[in-house]
T-cell receptor
């Protein structure tokens, strides 16, 4: 069985500060890992994904994530938060189907 | 390519009525997924098709729920005898073999 746990349902940062959203996964086979973002009243959009190869993955809008097998983690980071980053972020693990974490709501303070 | 489309976008119904949602995936995608999302929660997996075959169903999918993808293209999700607890956003997504899901904007169900 595969699952993900997102640590922290709500993260608040100041504009310009580092964003760190935590995700740990459980999978019995090598996982595909994803981060999706959901803006208010909109559908889910893919930020980035890890399938194979380089463990540091760069995505859209300056986000990146690092796959750490030893820690079973896939944390999402962005060096400098922007007001437009305020949204709900979901980590997901996929083998045949995709399972999502409960989400982390990111608030960016001016 | 217009992406994944879902219809209707909003549905308000009375308890006990049946509702049906339709999903048109991206044309070249052979995999289609249904999820349910409630406020403040992540999408919960409901079911998954590869072409016309329904390969997996969540235990969340009670006997009142049924999904079909008869020709391996569009899919329908029917909820019979709706209950207030069925109120949620129903999301459809499609993918090719690489596993990246493309989501529609969802169908919001309100059961009064």
């Amino acid at each position: 069985a595969q699952s993900v746990t997102q640590l922290g349902s709500h993260v608040s940062v100041s504009e310009g500060a580092l964003v760190l959203l935590r995700c740990n996964y459980s999978s019995s086979v090598p996982p595909y890992l994803f981060w999706y973002v959901q803006y208010p009243n909109q559908g889910l959009q893919l930020l980035l994904k890890y399938t194979t190869g380089a463990t540091l993955v760069k995505g859209i809008n300056g986000f990146e994530a690092e796959f750490k097998k030893s820690e079973t983690s896939f944390h999402l980071t962005k060096p400098s938060a922007h007001m437009s980053d305020a949204a709900e972020y979901f980590c997901a693990v996929s083998f045949n189907d995709m399972r999502f974490g409960a989400g982390t709501r990111l608030t960016v303070k001016p | 390519d217009t992406g994944v489309s879902q219809d209707p976008r909003h549905k308000i119904t009375k308890r006990g009525q049946n509702v049906t949602f339709r999903c048109d995936p991206i044309s070249e995608h052979n995999r289609l997924y249904w999820y349910r999302q409630t406020l403040g929660q992540g999408p919960e997996f409901l079911t998954y098709f590869q072409n016309e075959a329904q390969l997996e169903k969540s235990r969340l999918l009670s006997d009142r729920f049924s999904a079909e993808r008869p020709k391996g293209s569009f899919s329908t999700l029917e909820i019979q005898r709706t209950e207030q607890g069925d109120s949620a956003m129903y999301l459809c997504a499609s993918s090719s073999e690489d596993g990246e899901l493309f989501f529609g904007e969802g169908s919001r169900l309100t059961v009064l």
